[in-house]
């Protein structure tokens, strides 16, 4: 009947817009409301600017399943331009949400922006920060949670409840002061504490249980290290910690008594509780730091009796201990879990590299200002967001690709630029990150999770492919290089858009030490890439610019 097809028509049109959204009907929504204030707070006992997410510091959780439909509408009410980045989201096809400087206008004061996107084949402990200027040493940062579908076995019995614990850094200089210090020269210094969910604690403080287990249950924590430059050691009074999770992945189930969590990582671990009923701390601390800084909180046994014990277990020392611990990290091959492109992910160490980037890390200090960035370029963002000015093409206007080589050559100076690489679709890349430095390294890719396939002392060459793990690496999205090391990493560029890949060592990242991948596909389709989103904001020379025809 007429009726009908009118409005068949009509659901056709309304899964067609969100399709063009990148945003699939069929699947769950949750939607979020979002407003950020700045607020004093004391989180080290020293009085501060704060972001606030919804009043919140942390921010609040974000409690999805695979494949939902998150909508989140952000009002900005601070007094700079923002933006949110949803770490380790893979955005497949969707690059227009990946909230970076390279991929969004910013979202500026007194208005607001709303981000859709689909946590599409991906299960496990996320986070979202700020990607804008230094907003993340004042917080806007929280958890973002994947559960596997009901139908999808997981290789663990349900847990009790499910804790997240956020650890990090922490600095009493507002975002502003920190941001000043790096526009004019001068390094971020060292941090001055380490907040675990918001929060500096002591042994012996009075402070409420930040959570509490019921004899013999088992309890699922997801760790992650939200902070801006240090390393940290987490581990639990009197507690194993049996590893089920690492940045979307299951990993084989090894029991750890404390774990280094390095800047933007995440882990999921299960915590039975075994021991006397009573109160026990959780431990956060600095770890290759000439000043180590710890933080505690207490969980409590329900019906527990007696206080924490006041001997903290002690913390590992020197990175040889984070390296092996590195090692005995391995993926569950035969657990089942929603990932995405399972096609790229079985077999990866039989698939021919095609071609092979090495990024070293560089640091200058050229005419008194502070720089860092890979092989010689340093990244400035453009106003124009990159993946707009290619999008409306405009494209030679704003920046150019491939200024930056594949490998480092000796040079003076760093150029500072936009950097954008451009790569080809669907190529399998390794990418080895070098550190020349005496500081530990963390970097960060998004779009893709990679398979962290090496991490060794020394300087890498092609002979060190002999050691590659090619049976069971973890596919992840961040990698630290120790100090005087390297780190190899494997991926297929099959995610279409425009990616950053950057130091999680947030003065780095900010000074330069960051890139773009610029992955077009051949085929102008909706298989590969999703239409620019109808909200999609435009800034820079881009501004009023019309939108181009969709693609189909
Ligand atoms: C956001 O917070 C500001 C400041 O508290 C308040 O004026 C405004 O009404 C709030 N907006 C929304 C949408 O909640
Ligand atoms: C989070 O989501 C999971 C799965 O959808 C659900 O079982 C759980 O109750 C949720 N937790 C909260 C706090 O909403
Ligand atoms: C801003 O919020 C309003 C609802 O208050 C919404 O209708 C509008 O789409 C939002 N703007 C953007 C760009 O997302
Ligand atoms: C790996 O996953 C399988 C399937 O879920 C599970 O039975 C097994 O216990 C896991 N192995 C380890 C070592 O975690
Ligand atoms: C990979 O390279 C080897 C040696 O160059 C070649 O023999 C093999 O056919 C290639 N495999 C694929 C899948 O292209
Ligand atoms: C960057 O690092 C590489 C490797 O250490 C070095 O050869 C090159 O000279 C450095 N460039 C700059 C500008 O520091
Ligand atoms: C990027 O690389 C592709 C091949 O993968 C090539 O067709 C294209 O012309 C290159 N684009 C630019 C701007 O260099």
Redesign the pocket.
């Known amino acids: 009947m007429a009726s009908g097809v009118v409005l068949k028509l009509l659901l056709f049109s309304l899964i067609g817009a969100y399709l063009t959204h990148g945003v699939r009907g069929g699947d769950p929504y949750l939607f979020f409301?979002w407003?950020l204030?700045y607020a004093t707070l004391s989180p080290l006992g020293v009085p501060q600017q704060l972001i606030l997410i919804n009043g919140q510091f942390p921010g609040p959780s974000i409690n999805s399943t695979t494949n939902n439909n998150i909508v989140i509408n952000v009002?900005n009410?601070l007094d700079d331009p923002f933006l949110f980045t949803w770490s380790g989201i893979q955005q497949r096809k969707n690059s227009w949400e990946d909230g970076m400087p390279g991929t969004n206008c910013p979202i500026l004061p007194g208005t607001n922006y709303t981000y859709q996107f689909q946590v599409k084949d991906q299960i496990g402990s996320y986070i979202y920060y700020p990607s804008t200027a230094l907003h993340k040493a004042a917080g806007g940062f929280g958890a973002l949670k994947v559960h596997s579908r009901p139908l999808i076995p997981i290789p663990y019995d349900e847990p009790a409840d499910d804790y997240t614990v956020l650890i990090g850094d922490w600095y009493t200089k507002s975002h502003q002061e920190l941001k000043h210090f790096l526009d004019s020269g001068r390094p971020l210094g060292r941090p001055e504490g380490v907040l675990i969910n918001g929060k500096a604690g002591k042994v012996g403080d009075k402070q409420e249980p930040l959570f509490t287990m019921e004899p013999g249950k088992t309890y699922k924590y997801r760790i992650c290290n939200v902070g801006l430059k240090a390393s940290l050691n987490f581990r639990i009074q009197d507690h194993k910690m049996k590893l089920v999770e690492m940045e979307g992945s299951h990993t084989m189930q090894n029991v750890y008594v404390s774990l280094d969590v390095h800047v933007g990582q995440c882990f999921t671990v299960l915590v039975t509780a075994d021991q006397t009923p009573k109160d026990y701390y959780i431990v956060a601390s600095t770890r290759f730091l000439k000043e180590v800084h710890t933080s505690i909180a207490i969980i409590s046994y329900t019906n527990g009796k007696g206080e924490a014990s006041p001997e903290l277990p002690p913390a590992p020392v020197g990175w040889a201990w984070s390296l092996n611990q590195f090692r005995t990290f391995r993926w569950n091959l035969t657990a089942s879990a929603a990932r995405p492109n399972p096609q790229g992910s079985y077999h990866y160490g039989a698939i021919n590299i095609t071609r092979t980037i090495r990024l070293a890390n560089n640091v200058s200090r050229a005419n008194g200002k502070l720089r860092y960035g890979f092989n010689g370029v340093s990244h400035t963002d453009p106003t124009t967001p990159l993946k707009l000015a290619e999008y409306f093409k405009v494209a030679d206007k704003v920046f150019k690709y491939d200024l930056m080589k594949d490998e480092p050559e000796m040079s003076t100076d760093l150029t500072v630029q936009p950097n954008v690489l451009n790569m080809t679709f669907r190529n399998f890349v390794e990418i080895i990150f070098e550190n020349h430095e005496k500081s530990l390294q963390s970097y960060q890719v998004n779009g893709y999770s990679f398979f962290a396939v090496a991490v060794e002392p020394g300087t890498w060459s092609p002979e060190k492919r002999m050691n590659y793990n090619l049976q069971d690496a973890v596919s992840r999205h961040t990698i630290q290089v120790f100090p005087k090391s390297w780190a190899a990493i494997l991926l297929t560029f099959d995610n279409a858009g425009m990616w950053n890949i950057r130091s999680e060592i947030w003065d780095r990242a900010y000074l330069g030490q960051q890139l773009y991948t610029s992955i077009l596909s051949p085929e102008k389709s909706l298989r590969d890439e999703y239409n620019i989103p109808e909200n999609t904001l435009l800034c820079g020379i881009v501004e009023g610019m019309p939108k181009l025809p969709s693609y189909t």
Do not use: L, P, V
């Open positions: 409301t407003n204030t009002f009410n």
